[in-house]
């Protein structure tokens, strides 16, 4: 789990956290006590945690619940309080023996550190590094960003970092994380960036990235099919010029746009599914059908270039399904291109069976697939199309300036006097809608808007540990039993997170441990 924490009064985001070594340091300024963090309403007592202090703003943590391990990146904070600085550390810590296991001083504008179940990379404008999870130490280096990790093989795989001055290489490189060096090259083109990676069986893989290509392992040989999944914008938007900034990010991400210019639209192009041995694409200016051993194409039928976008895909009812959304990305962004609509074509010989353009002025933001109709989410509201014959079948909307902007899952608590009650059981079968004013709103299954809410007052699920959940509203955090009775309150001003049996409050500059068995047992349960 890794999340990003701002440190109070800080104004400025950080997009991107970089930052490289400048040798060891233990001396973190680390202070252990105990702290009272709550109140336990069974047992009548104070609730105390065991808290580590640091002398520097925690901004991004993650947990590795295999060696029970936190990592932490701090980063100093200017005199004003208001301003990350450049200089911070990185630090690995032992929960288990509340122990720091080491820490390196490191720079945020060069370097980028991305930690995975198995390795630890260390990524600058020039080289990777593997990094030592017990202390640290460099074990290999290698000129290429790695793109992405196949964990059976031991294999990395990317491209040469990019020079100044000089055009992106798309000769891609396969890495022996053991050892850092190159197992073999395959040129793969990357203009529009690469957008998925799938693992057909245990020795290929299928990219998506200007068309599809596959991948052997072992020896990079693979078929190419060879389509466009981006476009030039269409409003003429300025090139700026190519760098290096969010290296590494493709494996956070999934989706690697390094070397991709911001004149741009990116992303025009469904999923990549595969199923019963063939491999389906929607691109700029097909839909298409291959086999997933040979590369050959089974079929293909043009698309309308003027209406196509990114979109999604699957296989229903011996049909094949297209989302078309309505957006691209540009710079890290949506953007609306195209016009969104639903489309189904026949699995044998890739023909038009049905096509209904949608009727809305804005992009698709989200959808949700259901037995009988597919649930499509803009800005203005939600409107409901049968699958069966891909009719429009209803529609609604929000009211004035409030726009749409996610579904939700029905996982939220109203606090009634001293019990919570969950909108599940309020409105069951109902799905929720998030607004930019910050309402919530229930619609049932004849979506029909049934409910209202602010999120100020509701209380979201976050964790479940022994029957109890954990829920939370702003700075409250609450333990409640399985028929939703108050066991503990807890305040806490940033992130939380589970690990085994302890709670973990981050914020600021500190990390709060709270064991829960022992929480539990204070609290007869």
Not at 325 to 333: H, I, P, Q, R, T
Request: net charge neutral; proline share 2%; with cysteine.
């Amino acid at each position: 789990m890794s999340s990003i924490l701002p440190k109070r009064k800080i104004s400025i985001i950080v997009l991107v956290l970089f930052f490289a070594f400048h040798g060891m340091s233990q001396d973190m300024g680390l202070e252990k006590r105990e702290v009272p963090v709550g109140f336990s309403f069974v047992a009548n007592d104070s609730i105390y945690s065991t808290e580590f202090k640091f002398d520097k703003a925690i901004t991004q943590y993650q947990l590795d619940t295999a060696r029970n391990t936190i990592t932490l990146k701090l980063r100093d904070v200017h005199k004003s309080g208001r301003i990350f600085l450049d200089s911070g550390v990185i630090l690995f810590f032992d929960l288990t023996n509340e122990k720091l296991k080491w820490s390196k001083k490191l720079d945020y504008k060069t370097t980028n550190i991305l930690q995975f179940e198995d390795y630890l990379l260390e990524t600058n404008q020039a080289q990777s590094f593997s990094l030592d999870f017990d202390c640290g130490v460099r074990w290999w280096e290698a000129t290429a960003d790695i793109y992405h990790i196949h964990k059976p093989s031991n294999l990395g795989f990317g491209y040469p970092f990019i020079k100044p001055g000089k055009k992106p290489s798309n000769v891609l490189q396969a890495i022996d994380l053991r050892t850092g060096k190159e197992k073999w090259t395959r040129v793969i083109h990357r203009e529009y960036g690469w957008n998925e990676v799938l693992e057909l069986n245990d020795s290929t893989l299928a990219i998506a990235a200007q068309g599809i290509q596959t991948v052997n392992i072992h020896d990079g040989s693979g078929w190419a099919y060879y389509a466009t999944t981006g476009t030039a914008r269409l409003d003429g938007g300025t090139t700026t010029a190519i760098n290096a900034l969010g290296i590494g990010i493709g494996l956070l991400t999934g989706f690697y746009t390094v070397g991709v210019s911001s004149n741009i639209f990116t992303g025009v192009v469904s999923n990549l599914l595969h199923q019963d041995g063939r491999l389906y694409m929607t691109s700029f200016e097909e839909v298409a059908c291959l086999d997933a051993v040979t590369g050959k194409v089974i079929w293909k039928n043009p698309l309308y270039k003027s209406k196509v976008s990114a979109g999604r895909i699957f296989i229903e009812n011996g049909k094949l399904y297209q989302i078309n959304l309505g957006k691209v990305g540009v710079g890290g962004s949506a953007a609306k291109m195209g016009q969104p609509y639903i489309a189904t074509y026949d699995l044998t010989t890739g023909n038009l069976i049905e096509f209904i353009e949608l009727p809305i002025g804005e992009f698709v933001i989200d959808y949700r697939n259901n037995h009988d109709y597919l649930d499509l989410l803009h800005n203005r509201g939600i409107l409901r199309i049968n699958k069966k014959d891909i009719s429009l079948t209803g529609q609604i909307g929000v009211n004035g300036k409030d726009k749409a902007i996610s579904f939700f899952n029905n996982n939220f608590f109203l606090k009634s006097e001293n019990q919570f009650q969950s909108l599940e059981a309020l409105y069951p079968g109902a799905f929720l809608i998030q607004t930019s004013d910050l309402n919530l709103i229930v619609v049932n299954d004849n979506l029909e808007f049934t409910g209202r809410f602010h999120l100020s007052e509701l209380y979201k699920e976050r964790f479940t540990y022994n029957d109890h959940k954990i829920i939370v509203n702003g700075s409250d955090v609450w333990v409640i039993d399985s028929f939703h009775n108050p066991v503990a309150k807890i305040k806490n001003l940033g992130e939380l997170v589970v690990a085994e049996n302890r709670l973990l409050l981050i914020q600021d500059n500190r990390v709060q441990k709270i064991d829960l068995d022992k929480l539990l047992r204070n609290t007869g349960q």
